[in-house]
């Protein structure tokens, strides 16, 4: 049990993650990235764990080679994946200016 604890990541091989940013230090723009996110992704995806919920876990999104499917975690792939959509996730209709705090947001993670 103590080793299934220390070694929750299976997916990234037990190395640790590096840590996400604490909500006390956001910027403004990550701070509304945050609300973004909680309203139009959180009921799909965990942000601070690799846990999956309908969605998989995007703790350290942004920092990792390479995002579940295999492709790298830019900006513009994540874009792409909210607005079109990605084979079990239907497109999530962000506006622009959300999207761009909610970019900033993920970040963080
Ligand atoms: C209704 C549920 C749902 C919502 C809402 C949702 N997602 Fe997803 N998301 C999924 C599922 C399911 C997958 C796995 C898709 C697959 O690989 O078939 C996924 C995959 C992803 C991936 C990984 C893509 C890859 O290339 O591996 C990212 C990044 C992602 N979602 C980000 C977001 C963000 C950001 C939002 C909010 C704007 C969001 N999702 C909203 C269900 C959702």
Sequence with gaps: MVNLLACAGILTGCKPLPPSKPEAQFTPEEARGAQVFHAYCARCHYPTTTRGLKGPGLQA??????????????????????????GMMQAVPVGDEDLQY????????
């Design 61 to 86: 999104l942004t920092k990792v080679k390479a995002m579940p499917s295999g492709a790298p975690p830019t900006d513009e792939r994540i874009t792409q994946t909210i607005r079109h959509g990605h």
């Design 102 to 109: 909610l970019l900033a947001y993920l970040h963080t993670l």
